[in-house]
């Protein structure tokens, strides 16, 4: 089993709707969780941090659910700025070393 | 939020020469540094882990004689690309992480694409 799966998308979704992207992970030592947006031939931008069963930013919830090991991210109200690839990161050994998922894209569509 | 920068941006070198990639943290002091590269459609790849004054540890797969890492203050690593071939063409992707509580978090530099012919 991979460290960090993802959903491998892509998905495609038209403005104003919600859409969800899930994510497991291996270690179930792991504490702290990730969801980062990356632009195309950008760098990964933090999007947000999941310390404890969720986390809400706006437009952006974040679940966590340690029994089953996975995160998830919602997004509502989706807007064409949200096209990107949305990755799921786990910290991980000694210096806490962050394990990226594959990414899932999304399109957001006029 | 914390800055850290990347130089060069993009590289295009010929196939045998070496490249260096630096890696600063501009307003806040890293202990640790990370080298990343990226591939075409695929994430992150963690290469190696770089902490101030110490060598660096590599992950599995990853030849420390081929890609030189330098971590000489708080501020900067060098990562040096040494006799690069095509297929050493990606996206290298640093990141750093503060000294003191609250800076845990990783801050990615911009990337340097790197093209060898």
């Known amino acids: 089993r991979k460290e960090v799966e993802q959903d491998p998308g892509p998905f495609n979704v038209p403005e104003g709707a919600t859409v969800a992207f899930n994510c497991t992970y291996s270690?179930?030592?792991?504490?702290?969780f990730f969801w980062y947006r990356q632009d195309c031939r950008k760098e990964p931008k933090l999007l947000m941090s999941?310390?404890?069963s969720g986390n809400e930013d706006g437009r952006f919830t974040a679940q966590l659910n340690r029994a089953s090991q996975y995160i998830s991210l919602l997004i509502r109200d989706s807007k064409l700025s949200d096209s990107a690839t949305y990755l799921c990161?786990?910290?991980?050994?000694?210096?806490?070393?962050?394990?990226f998922g594959s990414g899932t894209q999304l399109t957001v569509l006029p | 939020g914390a800055v850290v920068s990347q130089h060069p941006s993009r590289v295009i070198c010929k196939s045998g020469t070496s490249v260096k990639i630096e890696c600063r943290s501009l307003?806040?002091?890293?202990?640790?540094m990370f080298w990343y590269r990226q591939f075409p459609k695929q994430s992150l790849m963690l290469m190696a882990t770089?902490?101030?004054?110490?060598?660096?540890?590599?992950e599995q797969g990853v030849e420390k004689d081929k890609f030189l890492i330098n971590h000489a203050s708080l501020t900067l690593s060098t990562l040096t690309v040494t006799s690069a071939h095509p297929e050493d063409s990606s996206f290298y992707i640093c990141?750093?992480?503060?000294?003191?509580?609250?800076?845990?978090?990783?801050?990615f530099g911009p990337g340097t694409r790197l093209l060898v012919l």
């Open positions: 990141s750093a992480r503060g000294l003191l509580p609250g800076q845990e978090t990783q801050y």
């Open positions: 270690n179930s030592a792991s504490q702290s």
């Open positions: 999941v310390y404890s």
């Open positions: 990161v786990v910290p991980s050994g000694s210096a806490r070393q962050l394990t």
């Open positions: 307003d806040f002091q890293a202990t640790t």
């Open positions: 770089s902490n101030e004054g110490s060598k660096a540890t590599y």
